[in-house]
């Protein structure tokens, strides 16, 4: 397929690293936030959310954190591997409005 | 998998004809979005369809337009295709109420030439 990541900012990590990529958002009123997974030739996937009443959430293998006095997200992923390589997509919205701001992208490279 | 379907896969097309997408929208979901994705950018949103209304638009020109069908699937009108409209369209299915995730389809990849 295609790739979605040219000219994205690229975070290269070992396979078992910790990785973590950052997002900056633009709207201060947004109180909804997620990350989105996109594999080459792929529509984005939901990986995690958090709402702005947080500053901190946990999934499996994955963490947000947002900090909402600098605008400030991002995701981490623990033990990274192969399988985590994509390009990675931070998104903003508002509570009662289904649409989504989305950042630019970090292609996240994983080498075994 | 998230149970949206997009048609077709991809689609060529010449500059100034006129192009649809089709989405069916996950079961039970009856708000879609539509999003444009160049590439190496993140998606673009288009605009949204609620009980078969336009909900919501992004900066778009007139010539996109869109409609949702009682079953909830959708459609993507794109008229004078420019050769800037060569991208990804993304549909994605939500329930109404916002801050829901949104399932994404695998898009259609649109080339305009």
């Known amino acids: 397929g295609e790739s979605v990541g040219l000219h994205l900012p690229t975070l290269s990590v070992q396979e078992g690293d910790n990785s973590i990529i950052n997002c900056a958002y633009s709207n201060s009123a947004s109180d909804y936030f997620i990350w989105y997974k996109q594999e080459s030739g792929k529509g984005p996937q939901f990986i995690i959310d958090i709402r702005s009443n947080m500053d901190k959430r946990q999934g499996q293998r994955v963490t947000v954190l947002l900090n909402k006095t600098v605008k400030h997200l991002s995701l981490q992923i623990a033990a990274t591997q192969p399988g985590d390589s994509a390009v990675y997509f931070c998104?903003?919205?508002?509570?009662?409005?289904?649409?989504?701001?989305f950042g630019k992208g970090t292609m996240l490279l994983v080498s075994p | 998998e998230t149970g949206v379907t997009q048609s077709p896969t991809h689609l060529i097309k010449t500059r100034g004809q006129q192009v649809t997408l089709r989405c069916s929208s996950q079961s039970g979901h009856n708000t879609v979005s539509w999003y444009q994705q160049a590439l190496g950018q993140g998606p673009q949103f288009i605009f949204q369809?609620?009980?078969?209304?336009?909900?919501g638009r992004g900066n778009f020109p007139p010539r996109f337009s869109g409609l949702q069908f009682p079953n909830y699937s959708s459609e993507l009108n794109v008229n004078a295709l420019e050769l800037d409209d060569s991208a990804l369209y993304l549909c994605?299915?939500?329930?109404?109420?916002?801050?829901?995730?949104?399932?994404f389809g695998p898009g259609t990849r649109l080339t305009v030439t």
């Open positions: 369809y609620y009980r078969e209304e336009e909900n």
């Open positions: 998104a903003e919205g508002l509570s009662g409005y289904s649409t989504l701001t």
């Open positions: 994605a299915s939500t329930l109404a109420g916002g801050g829901q995730e949104q399932y």
